[in-house]
């Protein structure tokens, strides 16, 4: 993954990390010297990094990975251009998703610590000024922004009107899809080459709510249609689910949602689906035999959600299940009655 590269300011720390992709394990410290020798180590090494342990381990098991799959489409080039850039800089968000946490959302971090604890812009535009005096964004042919929601503030723009060629440029969002772009957005998307947009969906009405606290499937199916409907020829669909050991048992309900309302954009091409793995509070590994075994023979044995599963070892969900039983009362919520026939897999 020599060309690509991974900026951000993990939750609202004011400080700015680098790594070359979103899988890897640490956030090295940004300043311009240690950033030309660690990324001289990207571009040379012909193994695996220490941080590179997700990719290793998929490799182990599947024979691909994250960094298999950049190597094929990122092409040859000369070693001082990146060719793939996220930028992570922005952690507002308007959701407080129950397997994220306080590094990527701020409205996360309001409900553990009590108050608004939102990016100031001055920071923003502070390390973009940083990042700016160690890359050229012109010579950058891949933008990949997430946060946070990328869509509910406008640091993303603030890169893409600085591109002079757009034509050339694929873009790449990570998106909840509670927020549909602005006229802004809208009309700068349709001067570049593609634009990829990841909706995250791993459930639908009481369990996506559950999910996705405090957004409402209602509105972001709206929102989905309207893509299909609106999108510009360049606009190319994928819908990210989080497989958690809560919501794996109902793939099958949310796929054929998809199939019937979201399979086609609306310039005819077909929308992907991809499958991540939980980690964190509410990881995958927390998931008992007895559940695999469900999800294995209602999914098959070759899903990508059963590979994950396989690959995982099996964890004590003690953690998960006190983490779950803390905020299901300030939510209202019961992840036993929206999930039952997983809940059904943990003991009271
Ligand atoms: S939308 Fe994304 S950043 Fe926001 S809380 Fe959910 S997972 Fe985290």
Request: hydrophobic fraction near 35%; glycine fraction near 4%; charged fraction near 30%.
């Amino acid at each position: 993954m020599s060309n690509a590269l991974s900026f951000r300011i993990p939750g609202d720390l004011n400080s700015l990390t680098f790594n070359p992709c979103c899988l890897y394990d640490d956030y090295l410290p940004f300043h311009p010297a240690y950033f030309e020798k660690e990324r001289k180590k990207f571009i040379e090494t012909t193994n695996f990094l220490p941080g590179c342990s997700k990719c290793e381990l998929k490799e182990k098991t599947h024979g691909l990975s994250q960094r298999t799959i950049f190597n094929s489409r990122i092409p040859e080039m000369d070693n001082s251009s990146i060719w793939k850039l996220e930028i992570v800089l922005d952690t507002t968000c308007n959701a407080a998703c129950i397997q994220c946490g306080i590094l990527q959302s701020s409205l996360w971090r309001k409900q553990v610590y009590g108050e608004e604890h939102i990016q100031p812009k001055s920071q923003i535009d502070d390390k973009l000024e940083r990042l700016k005096e160690s890359i050229d964004f012109n010579t950058v042919k891949d933008f990949h922004f997430w946060g946070g929601e990328p869509l509910v503030t406008d640091t993303h723009l603030k890169i893409l009107r600085e591109i002079s060629d757009p034509s050339d440029v694929d873009l790449e969002y990570s998106t909840n899809g509670s927020v549909f772009p602005d006229k802004e957005t809208w009309e700068i998307w349709s001067k570049f080459k593609r634009v990829k947009i990841n909706f995250s969906l791993d459930g639908m009405y009481d369990q996506f709510y559950y999910m996705r606290w405090p957004l409402r499937w209602e509105k972001v199916s709206k929102n989905l249609e309207k893509f299909r409907d609106e999108g510009r020829p360049n606009f190319r669909y994928h819908v990210n689910f989080c497989a958690t050991p809560l919501n794996i048992l109902y793939i099958p309900e949310l796929g054929e949602w998809l199939d019937t309302n979201f399979s086609i954009s609306s310039n005819g091409t077909k929308v992907n689906y991809n499958f991540i793995r939980s980690e964190g509070m509410v990881d995958i590994a927390c998931t008992p035999m007895s559940l695999r075994e469900e999800v294995w023979k209602l999914l098959g044995e070759t899903h990508d959600v059963s590979n994950i599963l396989k690959e995982v070892p099996v964890i004590d969900p003690a953690r998960m299940i006190e983490h779950l039983e803390h905020w299901d009362p300030i939510r209202k919520l019961n992840w036993r009655e929206t999930f039952d026939r997983s809940a059904c897999h943990f003991k009271d």
